[in-house]
């Protein structure tokens, strides 16, 4: 019996490498949003993921240190937990990137070379 898995690798680490294959990407991105920015980045969105990451976490945390002055210091709780749960629902609610035909097909010219208008006729 072959199988297409290298023979290298030992026995749990191809099984750890096949139970990823398997698992629910939006439940990952989810979780590892505890950090902001992670969940979008694992969804293959990394210009937000990045700019969610350096430097929205950046300006969070000034906004809720400044508004900590005014809110004896509650903003220092309630905002970062507000922070954190808008990026995981963002960061779930997203479609993945990692989804065989993904990719947007490119765009139908027309013979003269300009972008053909799309309509039911056209569309196939």
Same mark, same amino acid.
């Given at each position: 019996?072959?199988?297409?898995?290298?023979?290298?690798?030992?026995?749990?680490?191809?099984?750890?490498?096949? %139970?990823?294959?398997?698992?629910?990407?939006?439940?990952?991105?989810?979780?590892?949003?505890?950090?902001? %920015?992670?969940?979008?980045?694992? =969804?293959?969105?990394?210009?937000?993921?990045?700019?969610?990451? *350096?430097? #929205?976490?950046?300006?969070? *945390?000034?906004?809720?240190?400044?508004?900590?002055?005014?809110?004896? %210091?509650?903003?220092?709780?309630?905002?970062? *937990?507000?922070?954190?749960?808008?990026?995981?629902?963002?960061?779930?609610?997203?479609?993945?990137?990692?989804?065989? %035909?993904?990719?947007?097909?490119?765009? =139908?010219?027309?013979?003269? #070379?300009?972008?053909?208008?799309?309509?039911?006729?056209?569309?196939?």
């Amino acid at each position: 019996m072959k199988s297409d898995t290298p023979s290298h690798l030992p026995d749990d680490l191809r099984a750890l490498r096949d %139970g990823a294959r398997d698992m629910d990407r939006n439940m990952l991105a989810l979780i590892l949003s505890v950090i902001p %920015g992670l969940g979008h980045l694992v =969804k293959r969105y990394y210009g937000l993921g990045l700019t969610i990451l *350096i430097p #929205g976490n950046a300006l969070m *945390i000034f906004v809720a240190a400044w508004l900590s002055l005014a809110t004896f %210091g509650i903003s220092l709780i309630a905002l970062p *937990i507000i922070w954190i749960a808008s990026i995981a629902w963002s960061a779930y609610l997203l479609p993945d990137r990692h989804r065989p %035909g993904y990719a947007t097909p490119p765009p =139908k010219l027309t013979e003269d #070379g300009h972008l053909r208008q799309r309509n039911e006729e056209n569309d196939v």
